[in-house]
């Protein structure tokens, strides 16, 4: 186990309130524990979103188009630093104001790598001025593309193979913020790829 595998996550219950730790590496293996994550979608001034496509050395849905960025919160860590250190890491960005707009719940498991994503899912945005500069990490990020969110949504429905399970309920929230917690139900691994999350 290296690198950010051994990092620690909180476990959350239902509710998100912090339950203990465990490293990433466990938290993912099957069935998967719930836990605190971000996924952060930043926005342009055309209200365009910026979606990343993961890297194919990703343990959990490599080379599936996603949101611009997720990653967890080490144990009592508040959100945006967290978020705004994996901004950095995989994105080369510069701090961005961020803006909790809703929470997700969901669980997929990964058909091709077997590992299982149950996140207590708290959805950032955050506004990106024209030509700010991005220099993404060939390691976490295999392209970028910016995409209006109606776009998007179509896209979601015509091909969600493509794209990570909890994409479509994180642009919901974006499009939907302060809207109760969204909860999917479990995602068989041949579905996991939903846009609407079922709720």
């Known amino acids: 186990m290296t690198g950010r595998e051994a990092h620690l996550v909180e476990l959350v219950d239902e509710a998100g309130t912090a339950t203990g730790q465990a490293t990433v590496l466990a938290a993912h293996q099957p069935p998967g524990w719930l836990h605190r994550a971000f996924s952060v979608l930043l926005v342009d001034p055309a209200g365009r979103v910026l979606l990343q496509r993961r890297a194919a050395v990703k343990t959990r849905f490599p080379l599936r188009w996603a949101n611009t960025c997720c990653g967890h919160p080490l144990p009592g860590e508040p959100l945006t630093i967290a978020a705004n250190r994996r901004l950095g890491e995989e994105l080369g960005a510069a701090p961005v104001e961020l803006t909790e707009v809703g929470v997700y719940v969901y669980r997929a498991e990964d058909?091709?790598?077997?590992?299982?994503?149950?996140?207590?899912?708290?959805?950032?945005?955050?506004?990106?001025?024209?030509?700010a500069p991005l220099r993404p990490d060939p390691e976490e990020v295999a392209e970028l593309r910016w995409v209006p969110p109606?776009?998007?949504?179509?896209?979601?429905?015509?091909?969600?193979?493509?794209?990570?399970?909890w994409?479509?309920?994180?642009?919901?929230?974006?499009?939907h913020p302060g809207e109760p917690t969204l909860r999917q139900p479990t995602l068989a691994a041949e579905d996991a790829p939903e846009r609407t999350g079922g709720g």
């Open 150 to 165: 109606a776009e998007l949504a179509a896209e979601l429905d015509a091909d969600p193979h493509a794209y990570a399970p």
């Open 167 to 175: 994409l479509g309920g994180v642009l919901d929230r974006l499009l």
């Open 111 to 131: 058909p091709a790598t077997g590992r299982v994503e149950f996140e207590y899912d708290h959805v950032l945005r955050g506004d990106l001025p024209d030509r």
